[in-house]
């Protein structure tokens, strides 16, 4: 069993930032990737950013240059600094752990960031 608890979620006007955390525990052995994704009403969940765990990171194009990934492998986090926030961020987000030799996926609660204009 693998926990993800999500932190850092709000409301921000447009331009300014955020700083999303998760935090994982429980059945941990081998951690693939961790990434963030985001789910807006009435929309499908979509990729924001990932990082495996040799450090590569991938990013959508519409965050690319405002968003940064980063990963704490000794506190088992992951985190995501938001700058140049616009509203078509607004969303839930949602941190996503991949581990196992099946590459089982683990998903957070969500936090919810609005951006108004």
């Known amino acids: 069993q693998v926990q993800l608890v999500e932190s850092g979620g709000g409301l921000v006007q447009a331009g300014g930032s955020l700083t999303l955390s998760c935090a994982a525990s429980?059945?941990?052995?081998?951690?693939?990737?961790m990434g963030w994704y985001r789910q807006a009403p009435g929309k499908q969940r979509e990729l924001v950013a990932r990082?495996?765990?040799?450090?590569?990171?991938n990013y959508s194009d519409s965050v690319k240059g405002r968003f940064t990934i980063s990963r704490d492998n000794a506190k088992n986090m992951v985190h995501l600094q938001m700058n140049s926030l616009k509203p078509e961020d607004t969303a839930v987000y949602y941190c996503?752990?991949?581990?196992?030799?099946?590459?089982?996926?683990?998903w957070g609660q969500g936090t919810q960031v609005t951006v108004s204009s």
């Open positions: 429980g059945n941990i052995f081998s951690i693939s990737a």
């Open positions: 996503k752990l991949e581990q196992g030799y099946n590459l089982v996926g683990y």
């Open positions: 990082v495996t765990s040799g450090g590569k990171t």
